[in-house]
């Protein structure tokens, strides 16, 4: 284990991290396959270093077929070949930690690929078969077994069963996946699943890896005792249980899990971190959090909030409080690989339906793009600002909106093109990086670009806003590195103004203090050194949609 280099510190260095999320395949090109690589991901340290994040967190680098951009595994202990190699991951976690950037990678316990190994074997055996037990084959309805086993949908389209054929080439049994039918779910009812995951945790944190963010973490335990199958039509948080029994999510003994996870993470010193991604009802996180469990999770309130002070202010408070009372550290996050860019959003009305919208043939003209970037930044800043860990998406830096314009031919998204005319895709975030305002795939890489880019990203290229002043990319490196200087114990207190549905104030023990104009009308300044604001002050006052930082 010696070659490989780890990061000392303090247990608690993950409570108030800024995390930077890298879609590998999106970041940086090396080798010209139009792919970004792990080789990109390397050239490009002294850029993280430079913006000043403490961690990075890398979506799935594995082996894959890419049906759903790489969550859907089929090797969990190697990398896409691709994207590079086991050494080349070696040589990336040491350079970040020269640079004491951690790291996070992305587990996918959920499921796996159809081309996993484990599912292969599964179809060459028989029914019944170990080889069967590890994910989750039932038999069909009907006479001849044709009907699926229950009325379950899946998230990326009408079914959440796909029928096999048998070895003897006769239609045979059913699958489950709550996903798309390249994705398997496992049966963690099966211990030798629970075995292999505790392996593959093992293995990336033998290898200095810091972290894991969990996939679908609330979705492993399903409910299938005595013949039992989940019937379910709709995935809402409305329809989800919130007391630990419903049929397929946030059941309670997933705990039981993420418990064997955490005796594996405390093994390291310091002990390696986890946050789960987990759509539970807000109340429901805790368990989740726990010093016992995966020990953080991620909150999307915010995420889906208007931009409107008083709904701010409540998710704040909420998150603040309830991650404090089971002794986390709350999340921040505005954009990530599954959503719309927060430019973008919140360029729209509040109350816009996403879905709706993106699937209206005039969805540009209902953008108001300035608008939009100068909430995303006076946004970022404020969140920056709060106790607690922010998570920031590769391009937010940039102040990057949605590419609009991906013809459909080439969309990659299964939730695009398995529900025609009902979901929006995931695509346009996906979209490669642009570095440089010229050359070919703007930067990215010497080979094109996996997925179309706008002739605009040459306006937003990095080159075009490193060392610009006012630019998103220098606010962002600004905001960073104040925010490690000021950042300090994990309170603040709220200061009430007379335009209270407009504002929001709040200053932290030291006096770091952040205010928000949510509202048209100018607010005056408050007393103390401004030290950063998000849009130039007007008349020596805070315009609409700016948030500004002072110190004592
Ligand atoms: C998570 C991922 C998403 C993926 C899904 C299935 O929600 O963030 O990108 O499609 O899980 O793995």
Not at 492 to 510: A, C, D, G, S, T
Request: hydrophobic share 35%; charged share 25%; net charge negative.
């Amino acid at each position: 284990m010696s070659e490989y280099t780890f990061l000392t510190g303090p247990a608690d260095w993950w409570r108030q991290a800024v995390v930077y999320q890298i879609y590998p395949r999106s970041f940086a090109d090396e080798n010209g396959d139009g792919i970004g690589d792990l080789k990109g991901i390397i050239s490009r340290i002294p850029y993280l270093k430079k913006l000043g994040v403490d961690a990075v967190w890398l979506s799935p680098f594995y082996p894959s077929a890419l049906a759903d951009g790489g969550y859907d595994v089929a090797d969990y202990r190697d990398v896409d070949p691709r994207i590079g190699t086991l050494t080349e991951f070696d040589e990336m976690v040491n350079e970040l930690h020269r640079n004491e950037i951690r790291i996070f990678v992305d587990i996918v316990p959920n499921h796996s690929s159809d081309l996993h190994p484990w599912f292969q074997a599964a179809l060459k055996a028989a029914p019944g078969s170990t080889e069967r037990e590890r994910y989750i084959f039932r038999d069909g309805k009907g006479e001849h077994g044709e009907i699926r086993p229950s009325e379950l949908v899946s998230h990326f389209g009408p079914t959440g069963w796909t029928r096999i054929t048998e070895p003897d080439g006769k239609p045979g049994q059913w699958y489950m996946h709550l996903f798309a039918k390249e994705q398997p779910d496992f049966n963690w009812d099966n211990p030798e699943v629970r075995e292999d995951f505790l392996k593959t945790l093992r293995f990336w944190s033998d290898r200095g890896v810091d972290g894991y963010r969990v996939d679908v973490a609330h979705a492993l335990v399903k409910n299938l005792k005595g013949g039992h199958l989940p019937n379910r039509l709709a995935f809402d948080l409305e329809v989800m249980k919130n007391d630990g029994t419903d049929d397929l999510f946030d059941r309670d003994e997933v705990h039981e899990i993420y418990a064997e996870w955490r005796k594996v993470f405390n093994q390291y010193d310091p002990p390696r971190v986890a946050v789960a991604e987990a759509w539970v009802h807000a109340n429901r996180r805790a368990a989740y959090a726990s010093e016992k469990g995966l020990g953080q999770a991620f909150s999307f309130d915010l995420l889906g909030a208007p931009w409107r002070a008083k709904k701010f202010k409540e998710i704040i408070d909420y998150n603040l409080k309830s991650a404090k009372s089971y002794g986390s550290s709350t999340t921040w996050v505005f954009s990530n690989h599954d959503v719309i860019r927060h430019a973008t959003r919140f360029g729209l009305p509040n109350g816009t339906n996403l879905t709706e919208w993106f699937l209206s043939p005039d969805r540009e003209s209902k953008i108001n793009f300035k608008q939009g970037l100068e909430r995303a930044r006076a946004a970022t800043m404020l969140i920056l600002a709060l106790p607690g860990s922010t998570y920031l998406y590769q391009g937010e830096e940039l102040g990057l909106h949605e590419p609009l314009n991906i013809p459909s031919e080439r969309m990659q998204d299964p939730q695009w093109f398995r529900n025609p005319g009902k979901a929006l895709s995931r695509d346009g975030c996906r979209v490669p990086l642009p570095w440089s305002a010229s050359g070919t795939s703007f930067g990215f890489g010497p080979g094109g670009s996996h997925l179309p880019q706008p002739s605009w990203f040459a306006d937003v290229a990095v080159d075009k806003q490193d060392g610009v002043e006012g630019s998103t990319l220098e606010l962002y490196r600004q905001a960073l590195s104040l925010r490690r200087k000021l950042q300090t114990v994990e309170e603040l207190r709220w200061v009430n103004h007379i335009f209270n549905n407009k504002v929001v104030h709040f200053v932290r023990p030291n006096g770091w203090q952040s205010i928000t104009n949510f509202g048209e009308k100018l607010v005056k300044l408050p007393a103390g050194n401004v030290v950063l604001t998000s849009q130039p002050l007007v008349d020596g006052k805070i315009g609409p949609n700016t948030t500004v930082w002072l110190t004592k």
